[in-house]
C-alpha cells in the first residue's frame, strides 16, 4: 500500500468491531507500527488478547499486552466481577453504570501516548463511535479533541488522536467494514469470557447486543450466522 507522508501510529486494539474497523481505515492514513491491547481485570481478558493478535498478525502490526493489574482492584462492576451478570435487558444508563471503569480510556489512550512520545509518532488510533458516546461521554469526539490538546502538554512529539469511526453509528461501522472487506470472523466484541458461555459471543451482554443490532440494521445481515 501506498505510504502517505510517512506518518506513523500506534492503536488500541481491543479486537471488537470499532477498533478492527478503525485499523482498516487507519492504514490508508499511516503506518501503524505497533499495537496494545490491555488486561485490566476484565471477564473477555484473555480472549481478547488472543483475537487482538490473531488481528494484529493477519495486518502484520507488531503487538503487545499491557497489564494493568492495580485498575482491577479500583473497580468492581459486571466486568470483572465472576458473581455479577453481564446480561442486560436494555441498553442505556443503567447498562453503563454495570459496565463503567472511570477513565479507562482516558489512561488507555495516555499510555499509548508514552510509546508515541518515545518513537515520534504521529497518530493514536481507537475504535470510538457515535453511538456509544450517547452514553459513554469517553468515546465523544469532544474527549478525542480534549485528549489531543492534553497531549500538547504531556509529550514532545504530540500526537493527535485517530478515530475514524468516531462519527459513525453501529451499524454504519459495520457497513464500512463490509465495504473495506474486513474479516468480520477476526471479531471478538463479547464482554463474557468464551470458557464461561462456550461462544465466542454470548449474545446477552450489551457489547453484544450493539453488535447484534448493527448488523441486523447492516448491508449484510448473514454476519451474524458468521459471529453469533
Not at 493478535?53 to 507488531?62: A, E, G, T, W
Not at 459486571?78 to 447498562?95: Q, V
Request: aromatic fraction near 10%.
Amino acid at each position: 500500500m501506498k505510504k502517505r507522508k510517512n506518518k506513523k501510529g500506534i492503536i488500541l486494539l481491543s479486537s471488537g468491531l470499532d477498533s478492527l474497523v478503525s485499523l482498516s481505515l487507519a492504514i490508508k492514513k499511516c503506518d501503524i507500527v505497533l499495537a496494545l491491547t490491555f488486561d485490566y481485570g476484565q471477564k473477555a481478558a484473555a480472549d481478547e488478547i488472543k483475537a487482538a493478535k490473531k488481528i494484529s498478525k493477519r495486518y502484520n502490526i507488531p503487538h503487545k499486552t499491557i497489564k494493568l493489574p492495580y485498575l482491577k482492584e479500583s473497580f468492581n462492576n459486571a466486568l470483572n466481577n465472576k458473581d455479577k451478570s453481564l446480561e442486560f435487558n436494555s441498553l442505556g444508563l443503567k447498562s453503563m453504570e454495570a459496565v463503567w471503569v472511570p477513565n479507562r480510556n482516558g489512561l488507555f489512550l495516555n499510555i499509548a501516548a508514552m510509546y508515541a512520545d518515545s518513537s515520534g509518532l504521529d497518530y493514536i488510533i481507537y475504535g470510538s463511535n457515535k453511538e456509544e458516546a450517547s452514553t459513554f461521554s469517553d468515546n465523544s469526539i469532544r474527549f478525542n479533541n480534549a485528549a489531543t490538546q492534553f497531549f500538547k502538554y504531556s509529550t514532545l512529539s504530540h500526537p493527535t488522536i485517530l478515530a475514524p469511526c468516531s462519527n459513525m453509528e453501529k451499524y454504519e461501522i459495520v457497513n464500512q467494514g463490509i465495504k473495506e472487506g474486513v474479516d468480520f470472523s477476526l471479531i471478538k466484541s463479547c464482554y463474557n469470557s468464551k470458557k464461561n458461555t462456550n461462544k465466542k459471543h454470548c449474545g446477552v451482554c450489551e457489547s453484544c447486543k450493539r453488535l447484534y443490532g448493527a448488523i441486523e440494521k447492516s448491508n449484510n445481515k448473514s454476519l451474524i450466522n458468521l459471529i453469533f
